[in-house]
């Protein structure tokens, strides 16, 4: 039985669209904000050359540098301001949310309401500017050692001036993108720092589809693989779309109040626990622990002698966690489950849902209020988070290991990018729907006062 909101939002007419001029606004602003995004990532680095850049990618491409490249929108590809994209800012705001749920301090700040968010999230900040700098610094000495040992040399004048420069510009454009992201948060439509991901891979598509077409032109593909391919793509879009509005509805009971009427009258409604409470966030957060350590390795990995001790650890590391390896496939699903059931007990507190309820009256019908609802709550948001990490487990991990098999893990679109653009497209779309409703709701209240002053 459909929901009196959902009803409502199934009579939306979209012709009102037109006239929602802060919806439009905002619509303009957001989509701005993404060109401006796009444009940034084809401003190179200070001192480095462009044109060469394109063959030292070439000699890494296939490795775990494709998916940083993909979540950047192929800015690490062209080295440009803001090639470490948000991975360094998520990264931070993974080691702050664990920290405050096990530092007593940072627990009472998430306590404090918006006042104690700022804090945290000003520490992220900070956070997010240190992982810039250690990146960043390694990055460019990467850069530097990769060019004199491949003969190309993309750095014009290598040295210290020019580490400083990159490590400097990396942090600038990092800091930008953030506070694009805010603002595209509070003036615009959706999630910021989620709109500007979801960017960056919709960007990768044309790339990602055209290499498929030419790898099946020049008959390194055949047809059925590629058709195999692209059904396997729609069948996960469908399949997320149909887990992503999965829900376990519980039914909340108020006790009898009297109407106007002088009628008794029960009060009845629900509670919707979402099979995947966490969201994009596992995936994204899991990839960028992996990312964080590889990076580094991988780019420091060029000024180290191979035949030293550090050099064969290093060199084993990104052999063993390469993209497509069993060990990064086992990380990669073990940290999926991991920060599936953690960012859903950061989410949803029973706890506190258990208190709501029974400060308003509502309780669970053959539940008792307080400490047994919060039980219950627990009980049922745990069953339900194993099935969805089975489920974000399986939509990330199975197509990239096919596509790893059958030699197509260079091309890199797969569970894990349309996981996110499926969601985040989800929860734009939801919010322009809230924004039509608020509307329609506002020309309803304008015509009955209308209505009530003639009378």
């Known amino acids: 039985m459909a929901s009196r909101a959902d009803n409502i939002a199934s009579t939306l007419n979209l012709a009102n669209f037109s006239k929602a001029t802060e919806l439009k606004s905002r619509i303009w602003f957001t989509v701005g904000a993404l060109i401006v995004f796009r444009f940034m990532s084809f401003v190179p680095l200070p001192g480095v050359n462009p044109m060469i850049l394109e063959e030292l990618y070439k000699k890494t491409q296939g490795g775990i540098l494709d998916v940083f490249n993909a979540f950047s929108g192929g800015s690490l590809q062209r080295m440009s301001l803001i090639a470490l994209g948000v991975m360094p800012y998520i990264t931070a705001s993974i080691v702050v949310q664990l920290a405050a749920s096990l530092h007593p301090a940072l627990a009472s700040l998430k306590k404090e309401?918006?006042?104690?968010?700022?804090?945290?999230?000003?520490?992220?900040?900070?956070?997010?500017?240190?992982?810039?700098?250690?990146?960043?610094?390694?990055?460019?000495v990467g850069l530097e050692a990769f060019s004199a040992s491949s003969g190309l040399q993309a750095v014009v004048d290598p040295g210290y001036i020019f580490r400083i420069g990159a490590v400097i510009s990396l942090i600038g454009g990092t800091m930008f993108l953030l506070w694009l992201g805010e603002q595209i948060t509070s003036r615009g439509i959706g999630n910021g720092v989620s709109l500007i991901i979801m960017a960056g891979i919709v960007a990768q598509m044309p790339t990602f589809f055209g290499n498929l077409f030419e790898q099946g032109r020049s008959g390194a593909?055949?047809?059925?693989?590629?058709?195999?391919?692209?059904?396997?793509?729609?069948?996960?879009?469908?399949?997320?779309?149909?887990?992503?509005?999965?829900?376990r509805r519980l039914l909340i009971q108020y006790p009898k109040r009297v109407t106007q009427r002088g009628m008794m009258a029960a009060d009845r409604s629900h509670l919707p626990l979402k099979l995947n409470t966490a969201g994009v966030i596992p995936p994204i957060f899991a990839s960028s622990l992996l990312l964080l350590p590889l990076t580094i390795t991988q780019f420091a990995g060029r000024s180290v002698s191979p035949d030293s001790t550090w050099g064969q650890f290093i060199v084993g590391l990104n052999q063993y966690l390469g993209h497509g390896k069993p060990v990064y496939m086992v990380l990669y699903?073990?940290?999926?489950?991991?920060?599936?059931?953690?960012?859903?007990?950061?989410v949803f507190n029973p706890e506190e849902t258990a208190d709501n309820l029974k400060k308003n009256g509502g309780f669970i019908p053959g539940i008792r209020p307080g400490k047994n609802t919060e039980k219950y709550l627990d009980y049922v948001l745990t069953r339900i988070t194993v099935l969805g990490a089975i489920y974000i487990t399986v939509v990330c991990v199975v197509p990239e290991a096919i596509m790893a098999e059958t030699g197509m893990g260079s091309l890199f679109f797969g569970g894990t990018s349309l996981l996110i653009v499926v969601n985040v497209t989800v929860d734009t779309i939801t919010q322009i729907q809230s924004h039509l409703l608020a509307h329609q709701y506002g020309d309803l209240i304008k015509k009955a006062k209308l209505k009530g002053r003639m009378r």
């Open 333 to 346: 699903a073990l940290g999926i489950m991991f920060f599936s059931f953690f960012y859903t007990a950061i």
């Open 221 to 247: 593909l055949s047809p059925f693989l590629i058709a195999g391919v692209m059904a396997m793509l729609v069948a996960v879009v469908i399949f997320i779309c149909f887990f992503e509005r999965a829900s």
């Open 113 to 140: 309401g918006e006042s104690g968010r700022k804090k945290l999230n000003q520490y992220t900040r900070y956070g997010a500017v240190f992982l810039t700098a250690i990146q960043g610094w390694f990055l460019a």
